[in-house]
C-alpha cells in the first residue's frame, strides 16, 4: 500500500521529521527531504543515514517564514519529481513567548512557519486531484494553555483546527489527519533533565520514544477509512487539563 509512493516531508533534517522520513524510506517510500537552514553538507549526510536499496531522496530548501517559498516549493517539486501522495507537514519554529509581551512581527512569523505554510501545502496537495493523505504534526498543547509559548500555542491551534477543516473540504480523495505529541525529545539546547523535570506532566510520568511516532505514522497513512483524527501520543498528558504548572 505503501510502497512507490512519494512523501513530502517538511522539516526533516533532524529530530522527529528525520525519523519520519527514515520510517518512510524503510517502507519503500520516496522521499522528499525539506530543509531550511541546514548547510548541503549535512542535509548530504542525511540522505545517506536515510537511504535504502531501491528507494528515492531528495533534497529541496526552502524558508516558510516567506509564503511565497512554499508555493515555489511544492511547484518545484512537482516539475522536477512529479506528484505527491502524501504530505507530512512536521517543519515549526519553537521559541518562548507572552501574550503580553508578543510582538506582531513575531507572531506573524510563526504563524506563517507552523500554521498557514501547512496550509498552503496542503491546498497544493489537493489541487492534484488524485488520492492522498495529509498528517499535520500539532502538539499536545492544543488541549492545554502554556503560558509561556503563546505563539506556538496559537499556531498549533490553528493547524489543529484546520485539520478537520480540510479533512472535510478535501475529502474523498485527501485523507486529513493529525498526531499531537507530547515530551518526545527535549528541544534543541536542552538535554535530558529538561524531560525528567517535564514528565510529571503525562500519566507515565516519562517521555515517549521516536518509534511511538513514526509507527503512529505508518498506521494513519495505511488506514484509508480515517481521516479528521488527531492522535494525542502524549503519555495521557492533554488529559490533565488546564494550563501548565
Known sequence: MLKGKTALVTGAAKRIGKAIAHVLVENHVNVIVHYCSSSDKEMDEVLTDINAPGVKTWKFQSDFSNIDNVDNLFEEIQNSIGTVDFLINNASTFS????????????NQTLSINSIAPFRLSQHMAKQKREGSIINILDSRVKRYDMNYAAYQLSKNMLYQMTEMMAVEFAPQIRVNGIAP???????????????????RNLFNRSGKLSDITDTVLFLLSNTFMTGEVLFIDGGENLKGGPYE
Open 96 to 107: 518562548p513567548s507572552k501574550l503580553s509581551t508578543l510582538s506582531i512581527q513575531d507572531l
Open 182 to 200: 507530547g515530551i518526545i525529545l527535549p528541544p534543541e539546547g536542552e538535554d535530558e533533565s529538561y524531560i525528567r523535570k517535564l514528565s510529571h
